[in-house]
């Protein structure tokens, strides 16, 4: 664990070092003894005002923290705690998202010995070309009923416009018009 300090207009003591860097020991297990983890201490004073300011570099996030108080311990303090609650929402999320695959039953063979078949995405695939004839949607019903196909394309003989007719599951004809 790396610790920059800097002090705005006043003089960073041992003290205050030994203090936060006690307090980052019992965030030791949070940051499970990282050696990349920097942190970055300021203080600053501003009339009677204490800002304590602490910037973590912890993998690739970037924690940060502020709090103002009349003692600069106190302030350090708070920003410390705030620093905890930021470490131990990203870890918990880092932790969720690496154990967010799909759970080995899923992925696991069946007692049967087969794998279970995952869904491939949808292909197109060109069916044949055929032309779109004028005719009446009655025309269209009779030529469809006896056709294995499901629907048929068509151009209506009287408004020249295109429809689709298909076989409904009741036994019926659907037809789309635009």
């Known amino acids: 664990m790396k610790f920059e300090y800097t002090g705005r207009h006043v003089e960073v003591s041992p003290a205050i070092r030994r203090h936060v ?3 980052f020991k019992k965030l030791d297990h949070i940051f499970n ?10 203080i600053d004073v501003e009339k009677n005002r ?14 940060t923290a502020k709090d103002t108080n009349a003692d600069m311990y106190m302030a350090l303090t708070r ?16 932790i969720d998202r690496s154990q967010s695959g799909q759970s080995t039953s899923r992925v696991a063979p069946q007692p049967d010995g087969n794998l279970e078949a995952t869904p491939r ?13 004028p005719m009446t949607a009655e025309e269209a ?15 209506d003989a009287d ?5 689709v007719i298909y ?3 009741d036994g019926n004809y659907g037809l789309i018009e635009p």
């Open 141 to 155: 019903a009779l030529r469809l009923s006896d056709e294995s196909d499901q629907f048929l394309v068509f151009r």
């Open 79 to 94: 920003a410390m705690a705030k620093i905890e609650k930021q470490a131990v929402k990203l870890k918990k999320k880092i």
């Open 33 to 42: 003894g990282d050696s990349t983890l920097s942190t970055h201490v300021i």
């Open 50 to 63: 204490q800002i304590g300011e602490i910037i973590v570099y912890w993998r690739e996030h970037t924690l």
């Open 159 to 163: 408004t020249e416009r295109l429809g």
């Open 21 to 23: 860097e006690d307090h």
């Open 121 to 133: 995405p949808a292909r197109i695939i060109p069916a044949r070309r055929y032309a779109v004839k």
């Open 167 to 169: 076989k409904r599951k």
